[in-house]
């Protein structure tokens, strides 16, 4: 079964320093999305990207924040400069190329921890 | 405000016995999807079932089925015969028509856990 792939699946890293999360979505799909998870609390949208584009971004996507798709199957969250508040588990998740009416597909997710 | 409210934090339910958990949303828009998610202790997030909201009959899938009351903004999750696999956190998400396709406002979640 198709399924989206992340890495690393746990990253610990200094504040300030940069940190890039990466995603293989599903081959054929066209929409990519990354969420984040702070322990303990909801799911949050990040960020939408179709296109080779950002097509909608929350307000937690600030400039510290950028993703990118370089090479045609990856799709990354950077982050620049961390802070403590980042620690969080971030999903991947795609979807087809008609958007669908049903299933977004996530990856089993990158736990980041910032000291 | 809450677009998604999940009022139940977490549960106990016995094995084979059914379980409901309540979900209930917020929108104006006229066109929108619910969608459930479970996400068991090693944290990757699944999907379970959807339901769109011009879909006339209730989605159901194995042993899950949502039971739609729009009237009342609600979309409860049906668990059939529950499994020790069932233990895990459930969350009730949607799509609204005004946002992307995958932007998804999720609830708070409600632990489940399923006891011999």
């Known amino acids: 079964e198709p399924e989206v792939t992340q890495t690393p699946s746990h990253q610990v890293t200094q504040m300030g320093q940069e940190v890039i999360l990466r995603c293989v979505p599903i081959s054929n799909h066209l929409y990519f999305y990354w969420y984040r998870q702070i322990l303990g609390q909801k799911v949050e949208f990040l960020v939408s990207?179709?296109?080779?584009?950002?097509?909608?971004k929350s307000e937690i996507f600030d400039d510290q924040f950028s993703v990118e798709r370089p090479d045609g199957s990856n799709f990354t969250l950077k982050i620049r400069s961390t802070k403590l508040e980042d620690s969080a588990m971030y999903f991947c998740?795609?979807?087809?190329?008609?958007?669908?009416?049903?299933?977004?597909?996530f990856g089993e997710g990158s736990r980041l921890t910032v000291l | 405000a809450q677009k998604i409210t999940q009022t139940q934090p977490g549960m106990f339910v016995q094995e084979k016995e059914a379980v409901t958990l309540d979900c209930t949303y917020d929108t104006s828009d006229q066109s929108y999807g619910l969608f459930w998610y479970k996400q068991p202790s090693s944290g990757e997030m699944i999907f379970l079932i959807y339901q769109g909201s011009y879909d006339e009959q209730n989605a159901t899938e194995g042993r899950y089925s949502l039971n739609f009351q729009k009237a009342r903004k609600s979309a409860n999750l049906v668990i059939s015969a529950s499994q020790l696999g069932d233990s895990a956190m459930y969350f009730c998400a949607m799509r609204e028509a005004t946002d992307s396709w995958g932007k998804l406002q999720f609830g708070a979640g409600t632990q489940v856990v399923v006891t011999p």
């Open positions: 998740a795609s979807a087809g190329p008609g958007g669908g009416a049903g299933e977004l597909f």
């Open positions: 990207f179709y296109n080779n584009e950002i097509s909608e």
